[in-house]
C-alpha cells in the first residue's frame, strides 16, 4: 500500500489535543525538532490545544508514540483538507463511472436462454438446434437476428409448427409450438332411435334418417320415441341411424314465497357496555355491565388489546311489506335463475307469471315457455325391433 505523504500537503492546519504527563516538555520536543506550533491552549494540568501544520502530522505522531503521549485532532481547515475531501469524492465519482461502464458493457450480452416447449419438442432439442445455429450464452445481443432463428428453427424441425424468438434483458427466450396432428374422427353409424329428452310439445320435426312417429301438436314424454330408426315399407323394413331434429315447446317452473310482512328492528335509545384488555385468553375488564335487554344489537371494537363491547336495545315491529315492487324483483330473480340453468340453445317464447295467496305468504309461480331441440340418440333394443 503506498504510503502517504504528508509534505505535499503545506497549507493544512489541524487543532490537536495533546495529553501528556507534562504537556511542556512535549512542547519544548517538537520545537526542538523543527516543528512550528501556535494558539497553544491549557485546558487542563495535562491536556492542552494547539495548531499544528498538516506536513507535521507523522513528525508528531512518531514523537508522541516515543513520549506516550495521546493525540486527537479536534479540528481541519485549510485548502490541503478540502483538496484531501474532493480528491477522495472524485475517486468515488471515478468508481461510479467505471461501474455504470461495466454494467452497460454487461447488459450487451445474453448470459442466459430460457426454452419454453410443449409436450413432445424437449428443451434439450431446441437448445442443441441454437448450438449448431452458434447462438450460446455469452454472446453480444447485435449478433443475435431473431426472425433468421425462428425461420431455422422451423425449417430445421417437422415437429415445430412456429417458434418466437426475443430478448428481454440478458436473457434470450426461445419459444415454439408443436404441430399437431388432426384428430381422428370416428363416424357412428350403429342404428340407434331418437327419443325424448324432456317433456314437451312438439312443433316441427326434421330428420335424416329413420321415420318420425311424431307429428306437430304431439304431446310426448320424457323417453318417448320421437325418430324410429328404421325405414323401408312394411314388411321389408331395415335399421339405420336416426338422425335429425325434434323442436318442443318445453316449460320450465320455479316457485318462491314471500312474506306479506316484515319484521323491522328499531333502536330505544338505551344502551349498556363494557371495556377489557385480551391478554391471549383472559380478560381484565375495566368496565362491565350487565346486559338485560331481551333483543339487541352488539358491536364490538378492537384496537389491539383493547376491546369495546356496546349493547344497543332494540324493538321489533311488523310492517307491510311494499308487495308490489318486491314481486317484481322476484319475478326477475326467478326468470335470471332458469335461464342461468339452460342451455344456450333454447329460446325463451314467453313467460308466465301466477301469484297465490297461501296464509301470510304469497306464492309467486314463474313458468318460462321456450322451444328447443329434445330429440336424444338412445340405442336400438333389438328384441323390440324383431317384434315389430
Known amino acids: 500500500m503506498r504510503r502517504f505523504n504528508f509534505q505535499n500537503y503545506k497549507n493544512g492546519i489541524m487543532t490537536m489535543e495533546i495529553v501528556s504527563k507534562s504537556p511542556e516538555k512535549f512542547i519544548n520536543l517538537l520545537w526542538k525538532n523543527n516543528i512550528p506550533i501556535k494558539n497553544i491552549k491549557r485546558i487542563n494540568l495535562r491536556t492542552i490545544y494547539a495548531d499544528v501544520n498538516l506536513k507535521h502530522y507523522r513528525e508528531i505522531w512518531e514523537l508522541a508514540k516515543k513520549t506516550d503521549a495521546k493525540l486527537k485532532i479536534v479540528d481541519r481547515k485549510g485548502l490541503s483538507f478540502f483538496i484531501l475531501k474532493m480528491d477522495r469524492r472524485n475517486t468515488i465519482a471515478v468508481g461510479f463511472v467505471i461501474f455504470l461502464v461495466l454494467i452497460y458493457g454487461l447488459s450487451t450480452y445474453v448470459w442466459n436462454i430460457k426454452i419454453n416447449t410443449e409436450r413432445y419438442v424437449s428443451p434439450f432439442e431446441i437448445r442443441r438446434e441454437l448450438i449448431n445455429l452458434g447462438i450460446k450464452p455469452g454472446m453480444r445481443k447485435s449478433k443475435i437476428d431473431s426472425v433468421y432463428l425462428e425461420e431455422k428453427l422451423v425449417q430445421n424441425s417437422a415437429e415445430i409448427m412456429w417458434a418466437r424468438v426475443r430478448i428481454d434483458g440478458s436473457q434470450l427466450i426461445v419459444s415454439v409450438a408443436e404441430r ?22 312438439v312443433q316441427r320435426v326434421f330428420t335424416n334418417g329413420g321415420t318420425s312417429v311424431v307429428a306437430k301438436d304431439d304431446v310426448v314424454k320424457k323417453g318417448d320415441i320421437l325418430v324410429k330408426g328404421e325405414q323401408g315399407k312394411e314388411g321389408s323394413t331395415y335399421e339405420v341411424k336416426a338422425e335429425g331434429s325434434v323442436i318442443a315447446e318445453t316449460f320450465y317452473e320455479s316457485k318462491k314465497l314471500i312474506p306479506k310482512n316484515k319484521v323491522v328492528k328499531e333502536r330505544t335509545g338505551e344502551s349498556v357496555e363494557e371495556i377489557y384488555l385480551n391478554f391471549g385468553d383472559k380478560k381484565i375488564f375495566t368496565k362491565k355491565s350487565e346486559n338485560k335487554f331481551e333483543n339487541y344489537d352488539k358491536i364490538v371494537s378492537n384496537k389491539f388489546i383493547y376491546t369495546k363491547v356496546v349493547y344497543y336495545e332494540v324493538k321489533e315491529k311488523k310492517e307491510t311489506n311494499n308487495t308490489e315492487t318486491l314481486i317484481n324483483d322476484i319475478i326477475e330473480d326467478i326468470s335470471n335463475e332458469l335461464i342461468i340453468n339452460m342451455d ?28 328447443e331441440d329434445i330429440a336424444l340418440p338412445e340405442k336400438l333394443i333389438y328384441s323390440e325391433v324383431s317384434e315389430n
Open 344 to 371: 344456450k340453445s333454447v329460446i325463451v317464447k314467453n313467460k308466465l307469471v301466477n301469484e297465490k295467496e297461501i296464509g301470510d305468504n304469497i306464492e309467486i309461480s314463474v313458468t318460462l315457455v321456450c322451444e
Open 180 to 201: 399437431q396432428a388432426p384428430p381422428v374422427i370416428e363416424v357412428d353409424n350403429e342404428p340407434c332411435n331418437l327419443v325424448a329428452s324432456k317433456d314437451g310439445v
